[in-house]
């Protein structure tokens, strides 16, 4: 089943992947090695040098770090058998500033590769990714990488899979050597020494005789195995009972059914960096994840019905798929698609279910890193870039315009952070617009506007790392000049009681009488994210013509945040009754009506200011602990759990970002740069009254 030039292959030897982990386990260094042995690159791209392929923008190869995550696709043989595979790979970002990137790859793939540091174990990131997956039901298998380190103990981060990530590990190998002596794997399936030859960058893979000194512990863990995967097939399940012999490719097959059933996560060992491991890694991604016809059907929503549908993911169905990533490119804008069902052919016209806007797609590739391949047709299980589509984003829907179906959009989190940015002229102004424009439609996770009254210009994004890349992008690739503030906390308001505002608009412009009354309603809602804004006017009261102009006016005051300047969340909003006069009604009268009710009501309110609470996990050596949790203690931050690893100190817990912001600074002078600090969204949350006086001043 090889594939030809311009189309793609059978859906059954194809495997969307991505590979999830903490920042620094390894995910750049291993896809490189998977493109090297996989022949795509004839040289070994390293982090360390800022050669890797998959970081290529200057930012991530000056901070040797993956921002964007970029599709690549690679053709792998397993040898075992001769069967070829296509893998689509998403390369995603560890850091939680980038986040977002991880969502929306997760929302699309079918399967993913977790690394583990093999020193660090289970990460706070590590932690975060995987039950992200956890939530997109995506089947697993864990590369515990980095085994030639120092401390490296892979026996405990199987532990700590199952203690911190609730997942079930099921150990295909285990590490031959350990540190500095890590030689390779035994592979417990075939119960031979699996070594790599370190004059072809481990390129040629050789197996061998179990070793003795290790043939104990094999069988030990072989015993595991057979116990872990034994009940998914009953082949193996009676040979496994009557004690008999059992055959390879049954545990094969019992393994697959056991992870596609996402009831455990096959664990292999080795280490990127020093060049093992990595091909079997990819063996097992065709052997044991699952292909696009595994998934069998998307739950989908017809437009048409209201109702949900199960589309089965074939060639044959009509054409649905999902734009899951933008980027601008200079050959023309790019929108990363995954085909779900039936076929998406260059020069094919699809709509745009979210939009309902028609799209063409001028042209389709597949990627590589930077470089691409280009494609008549893409299929049902693809992972293609499209150029052409004018007014799709992130999360949007292509269906075949007689059949719109609607699949759910990832979700991304709310900002917690912003700055100031000030143009230098009027002529960057409008620059910084255009750039600022584009780049929140490509990253979903940063935001901008301008304020009402000052014009002046604030982004937005996940935390302090994103808004400095955000930053460098706009200055250097934008060119935009511009002055830009300090990172500040991005608060939120909300309201503490349900108020009622009326406003009567009533004027003569332009010789004619206009005239609206509007009453609103604002109401607490927790669970409201983002404003609920509700209509409960009729067409009785008034004629419909009027009615968007009303709901404007009110969406776009609720919008516009609260007199602080604070967006406005947690409220529920209702439009519960409007006036209309024969000959007086005009859509101004109704959007300005319904934008000063609306802040009629707000007025009534003591405004209830919102912080952005984070989850941290800080790891420090003992002797610097007691220093650590002092400090802590006076940010507000409430410890919920400490854990002692070799012997580093674990705390976990919640802290008001506004208390730790610049915090690995400190962190580093208080542990003479030994500690180590993640910060992640959790909620908003109230500020405590003596914060609150500092607003009101
Ligand atoms: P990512 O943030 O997960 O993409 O991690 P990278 O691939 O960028 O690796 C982070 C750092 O760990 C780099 O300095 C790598 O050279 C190093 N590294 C990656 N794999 C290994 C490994 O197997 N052994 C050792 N000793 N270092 C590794
Ligand atoms: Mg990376």
Known sequence: ?????????????????????????????????????????????????????MDWMPEEQERGITITSAATTVD??????????????????????????????????????????GVGGVEAQSETVWRQADRYRVPRIAFVNKLDR???????????????????????????GAEKGFRGAIDLIEMRAVTFDENTFGATVSTEEMPEAVEDR?????????????????????????????????????????????????????????NKGVQPLLDAVCDFLPAPEDIRFVTGHQTKTGKDVEVPLTDSGHTLALVFKSASDPHGDLSYVRIYSGTLAAGAQVLNVEKD?????????????????????????????????????????????????????????NTVISMAIEPRSIADRDRLIDALEKMARDDPTFRWKSDRETGQLVVSGMGELHLEVIKNLLLREFKVDARVGKPRVA??????????????????????????????????????????????????????????????????????????????????????????RQNEGSPIAFTTAGAEAFARALEKE????????????VQVPDEYYGGVVNDFNQRRAIVQETDLQGDLRILRGTVPLAEVFGYTTILRSLTQGRGTISLEPESYAPVPVEVEERFRL
């Open 218 to 274: 094999a069988r030990e863990w072989r015993e595991k195995l057979l116990e872990g995967v034994a009940e998914f097939d009953d082949g193996l399940l009676s040979s496994y009972l009557e004690g008999g012999q059992v055959a390879a490719d049954d545990v094969r097959r019992a393994i697959r059914k056991g992870t596609l059933a996402l009831a455990i996560s096959p664990v292999l060992c080795g280490s990127a960096l020093r």
């Open 606 to 617: 003591e405004p209830r200011i919102l912080e952005p609470v984070m989850r941290f996990e």
């Open 150 to 176: 120092v401390g490296a103990d892979f026996y405990r981060v199987l532990d700590s899979m199952r203690s911190r990530l609730g997942a079930n590990p099921v150990a295909l190998q285990i590490p031959w």
């Open 76 to 117: 792998w043989t397993v040898s075992r058998s001769s069967a070829k595979y296509h893998i689509n790979n998403i390369d995603t970002p560890g850091h939680v500033d980038f986040t977002a990137e991880v969502e929306r790859s997760l929302r699309v793939l079918d399967g993913a590769i977790g690394v583990f540091c």
């Open 1 to 53: 089943m090889t594939r030809k030039s311009g189309k793609t292959s059978s859906s059954s030897h194809i495997r969307n992947i991505g590979i999830i982990a903490h920042i620094d386990a390894g995910k750049t260094t291993t896809t490189e090695r998977i493109l090297f042995y996989s022949g795509i690159e004839h040289r070994l791209g390293e982090v360390d040098e800022g050669t890797a392929k």
């Open 491 to 580: 608060y939120r308001q909300t309201i503490r009681s349900a108020q009622e505002g009326e406003s009567i608009f009533e004027r003569q412009i332009g010789g004619k009488q206009h005239f609206a009354r509007v009453r609103v309603r604002i109401e607490p809602d927790p669970d409201a994210e983002v404003p609920v804004v509700k209509n409960e006017v009729t067409k009785v009261d008034v004629p419909l013509e009027f009615h968007p102009p009303l709901i404007e006016g009110v969406t776009g005051a609720v919008e516009s945040g609260g007199d602080l300047g604070f967006p406005i969340i947690k409220i529920r909003v209702t439009i519960v009754e409007a006036e209309f």
């Open 357 to 413: 806007v028609r799209e063409r797609v001028q042209k389709i590739f597949l990627m590589h890193a930077n470089e691409r391949r280009q494609l008549k047709e893409a299929r049902a299980g693809d992972i293609v870039a499209v150029v052409g589509l004018k007014k799709s984003t992130t999360g949007d829907s292509l269906a075949d315009p007689r059949h719109p179906i609607r699949l759910e959009p990832p979700r991304f989190p």
